[in-house]
């Protein structure tokens, strides 16, 4: 079903139950088609440490590198 800005917002809950149900709803601005409702689903949480003993970080990752510096800031000596 396509339906303008105009009518959506005066039936946005009869929308969503038909979105609940199953119904494919595009909601178009000057009958051309800009969003589709969707029943939202959420995320899944995210497993930490996933990666944990398979990559290697070095000590020194933190420390800033002169040259690096030099050509971002500029030689400021």
Not at 22 to 30: D, F, R, S, W
Not at 34 to 63: A, C, M, T, Y
């Amino acid at each position: 079903m396509i339906i303008n800005v105009s009518k959506a917002k005066t039936n946005l809950s009869k929308l969503i139950d038909m979105v609940c149900l199953g119904e494919k709803v595009i909601i178009a601005k000057n009958n051309l088609p800009l969003v589709e409702l969707v029943v939202h689903s959420p995320q899944k949480k995210r497993k930490l440490g996933l990666l944990s003993g398979q990559i290697d970080i070095p000590d020194d990752f933190l420390n800033e590198d002169e040259d690096i510096n030099k050509m971002f800031y500029g030689d400021n000596s």
